[in-house]
């Protein structure tokens, strides 16, 4: 676990390196990231150095044990032989063999075990380094909308600093009073041009033709009593035929609609002299 140990101060110590040199809180993340990255393939190798160490083990175990039974079978042989002294001196080297395979298998358990414990650790440091990359993409996003907070209190801080809305009301009402002064040069421009006097008669005898025009249309349609009858001759009687009464329904419509047109310029005319 030592590899560990040293990767993590070794993380720890970039970190507070590029907290003492970086002010940009996403490079920052960013290149703890790389830094991470860098080491967990430095540990991965590491790792991977103590499974061969491991396998290694494993096998010189093996071949020990191997060994071990060659001899076996040579002191057997031996004894078939009949030569007692051979088969002792077979026995004393499967002996030495067995010795060394015990002495690697039990180096092999303990490098087995350790190996277990580095991948167990190795996972887990893959696991923290995959949740520190998606913390980094979260905390970039809470960065960047920090900054755009921080961006537009600025701007209104400026604005309220620069009374910027007190420019912009000040603009409106000189607007204002520039067409203001405008609508008082155009009425006095039409007071003091001609003869106000026939002007305002001119209009009055336009209205006067209009209110006449307006209620003879309505005389004729019917709908304001008859005038009262003239010492004149008697106008020649008009006979409703079978086709229809003296006005037809179509000189009625023409009628309605130009008494509607001359109420529309009546009211327009009075809302022009208000």
């Not at 905390?139 to 600025?154: D, F, G, N, P, V």
């Not at 086709?243 to 009546?266: K, M, N, P, T, V």
Request: net charge negative; charged share 35%.
């Amino acid at each position: 676990m030592g590899i560990f140990a040293r990767l993590a101060q070794l993380i720890k110590s970039n970190l507070n390196d590029l907290i003492s040199r970086s002010e940009d809180p996403e490079k920052m993340l960013n290149q703890i990231v790389v830094d991470m990255n860098t080491q967990l393939i430095e540990a991965k190798k590491q790792v991977a150095a103590s499974i061969a160490d491991e396998k290694k083990l494993l096998k010189q175990t093996e071949q020990e044990l191997a060994t071990a039974a060659e001899w076996e079978r040579r002191a057997m042989m031996a004894v078939r032989a009949g030569d007692d002294a051979l088969a002792k001196e077979a026995l004393a080297r499967k002996r030495e063999h067995d010795e060394l395979a015990a002495a690697f298998r039990a180096q092999w358990e303990k490098q087995k075990a350790a190996v277990d414990q580095l991948k167990l650790a190795l996972r887990a440091l893959n696991a923290k380094i995959e949740e520190a990359k998606r913390k980094k993409t979260l905390l970039i996003a809470r960065k960047k909308r920090a900054e755009a907070q921080r961006a537009i209190q600025e701007t209104m801080s400026g604005l309220r600093n620069a009374s910027a809305f007190e420019a912009f009301d000040r603009m409106q009402g000189k607007i204002e009073r520039m067409e203001a002064e405008a609508e008082a040069s155009a009425e006095l421009q039409e007071e003091y041009s001609g003869d106000v006097l026939a002007h305002r008669f001119a209009e009055l005898e336009a209205t006067a033709g209009a209110d006449s025009d307006l209620e003879a249309l309505k005389r004729r349609m019917g709908v304001l009593p008859p005038e009262p009858p003239r010492a004149e001759p008697a106008p020649v009687r008009v006979e409703a035929g079978e086709a229809g009464e003296a006005i037809s329904e179509a000189e009625r419509d023409e009628l309605a609609r130009a008494l509607a047109e001359l109420e529309a310029e009546q009211q327009a005319e009075l809302r022009v002299k208000k």
